[in-house]
């Protein structure tokens, strides 16, 4: 909840875009943009942890931490982004 309270104007008023989905794998990530803020929601339906890699908006070398779990993590040079989506039971979600 502080995570939905602290970025409210994101959820609340910006835009949500699907950046990658996998049916088979049991996962979704979307982007919610707002002004200069963009914040990425991986889901992950699955029994176990589902390490995914997709695409952003920033530059190489850009650093987001999972505000869940304080995991940090940097865009490659192709702007992309790896990140480890919890299981269902641990949650399952991400927010970077």
Do not use: C, H, W
Request: net charge negative; charged share 20%; glycine share 8%.
């Amino acid at each position: 909840m502080n995570i939905r309270k602290e970025y409210s104007e994101v959820f609340a008023k910006g835009d949500r875009n699907v950046v990658q989905v996998s049916d088979a794998d049991g996962y979704d990530v979307v982007r919610r943009s707002y002004n200069d803020t963009n914040i990425y929601v991986a889901l992950n339906v699955k029994s176990t942890a589902n390490k995914v890699t997709f695409a952003t908006l920033a530059e190489a070398g850009s650093k987001y931490t999972d505000l869940y779990s304080g995991t940090d993590y940097t865009v490659s040079e192709n702007g992309s982004l790896t990140v480890t989506i919890p299981s269902a039971a641990e949650g399952g979600t991400a927010v970077l």
